[in-house]
T-cell receptor
């Protein structure tokens, strides 16, 4: 158990809809990262937050947004969903500042868009 | 800029045989390097990490990796494969800064009984 909790574990929705994925980081971790894993794209970095502020942005679509709340949990919002958004979405957390960048991953939220 | 290249998306070995998963990195500064493992239906977990303390790094489950600066490589090895090693392995690099970790495309290891 990594200590990172993601909900829901599975989600099935239709094209055009909006969903919210939730992540609770390990106790004491200030940084939260979101990754998308799909068969054709591999593991893609989406966005990072540190203590409530956006720290780094990767290949995140404009239809997607995220935030980190004062209690450090984070939410990833996916809107106007398309079939291609079907993927496994991982949240990870880390201690910041850290000398190694080791990440602790949740078990992921599997999104299926029909 | 930093990047990681994993050679071979699929590797098959017999149980008891040597495991060798290849990783080459690119980084403008001395990097931190990682190997993560993902078992089916699970998240990634850290196998081992290189942080410049020693070039030969030992990890969990009998795995180790050697940092070779001249070859910009960080290959993962295990002397004897076990069925439970079947998983996907990701090499990753972090050149510091905002701690953005870049992952390779992954190598799926199949262990044949």
């Amino acid at each position: 158990d990594s200590g990172v909790t993601q909900t829901p574990k599975h989600l099935i929705t239709a094209t055009g809809q909006r969903v919210t994925l939730r992540c609770s980081p390990r106790s004491g971790d200030l940084s939260v990262y979101w990754y998308q894993q799909s068969l054709d794209q591999g593991l893609q970095f989406l966005i990072q937050y540190y203590n409530g502020e956006e720290r780094a942005k990767g290949n995140i679509l404009e239809r997607f947004s995220a935030q980190q709340f004062p209690d450090l949990h984070s939410e990833l919002n996916l809107s106007s969903l398309e079939l291609g958004d079907s993927a496994l979405y991982f949240c990870a957390s880390s201690v910041e500042p850290a000398d190694t960048g080791e990440l602790f991953f949740g078990e992921g939220s599997r999104l299926t868009v029909l | 800029a930093q990047s990681v290249t994993q050679l071979g998306s699929h590797v098959s070995v017999s149980e008891g045989a040597l495991v060798l998963l290849r990783c080459n990195y690119s980084s403008s500064v001395p990097p931190y390097l990682f190997w993560y493992v993902q078992y089916p239906n699970q998240g990634l977990q850290l196998l081992l990490k290189y942080t410049s303390a020693a070039t030969l790094v030992k990890g969990i489950n009998g795995f180790e990796a050697e940092f070779k600066k001249s070859e910009t490589s960080f290959h993962l090895t295990k002397p004897s494969a076990h069925m439970r090693d079947a998983a996907e392995y990701f090499c990753a690099v972090n050149s510091g800064g905002y701690q953005k970790v870049t992952f390779g495309t992954g190598t799926k290891l199949q262990v044949i009984p």
